[in-house]
């Protein structure tokens, strides 16, 4: 009896899984990480072993501009989705990013409307400011639909993965090509929950690079909030 059951139901889907964990950032400078163990940002993908999986552009998504910063400041999402950048500050903002990932400028727009970039290809799009050099963003462009970012405690949680085998990919933004690469591995995805060991993340080695602004040139000093911009250069 158990055996015609077993045959009856072999051809069912199994259900689907969900892939969790947690990850420790190490040896980092950032007051965040060191004094509050904010591991907060960590960006896991997973991508089948075999074959391609089907991404869909996600729903609308927002990197909002608020007191002078990006938020969220790490922002993960399939390739083909649009992201609105709301000016929801008393004064003007220039989003761009000029290297890496997709390159594009929305120009210089006014408190209270947006401008919107849609990401057509895989890739790590470091985001900035064209007027306020301290703000900063990253965007992570993924060719999978199974992903997470860390919260503040490190874990992350990924659901509705098909059961199967995967290669696990992390992107940090303090962390080298090297150290990164090290982390990826291979997983099996078993039906219901599978918890990964922890990951540990070493910060050893990065350095910060000083970014440009859109014309490749350094920043001159921020504009009194307070007056009118100049006219943008075209």
């Known amino acids: 009896m158990i055996w015609l059951w077993a045959i009856f139901f072999s051809g069912l889907p199994l259900w689907p899984a969900t892939v969790s964990g947690r990850v420790e950032l190490r040896d980092s400078r950032d007051p965040a990480v060191r004094k509050r163990l904010d591991y907060a940002g960590v960006v896991i993908s997973l991508k089948p072993v075999e ?38 500050d008393p004064i003007f903002h220039n ?4 290297y890496n990932g997709q390159i594009f400028d929305v120009g210089l727009y006014p408190p209270g409307s947006t401008r919107s970039v849609r990401f057509t290809r895989e890739g790590v799009v470091r985001v900035f400011c064209n007027i306020h050099s301290s703000m900063s963003a990253v965007i992570v462009v993924l060719g999978t ?3 997470a970012v860390t919260g503040r405690d490190g874990s992350f949680r990924v659901d509705s993965v098909p059961p199967g085998e995967y290669k696990l990919s992390v992107f940090h933004e303090r962390a080298t090509e090297a150290a990164l690469k ?15 060991t922890p990951l540990t993340i070493s910060e050893a080695g990065f350095l910060p690079i000083p970014h440009k602004n859109k014309y490749g040139q350094g920043y001159p000093p921020e504009p009194d909030e307070n007056s009118v911009y100049p006219a943008v250069r075209k």
């Open 182 to 196: 090290g982390l990826e591995r291979r997983i099996t995805a078993e039906p219901g929950e599978t918890t990964l």
């Open 95 to 98: 989003a761009f990013s000029s």
């Open 145 to 147: 639909p199974f992903f």
């Open 51 to 88: 074959g391609s999986p089907s991404v869909r552009p996600g729903e609308r998504v927002t990197m909002r501009q608020k007191d002078k910063t990006f938020s969220p400041h790490v922002l993960a999402i399939p390739a083909g989705t649009s992201v609105e950048f709301p000016n929801a």
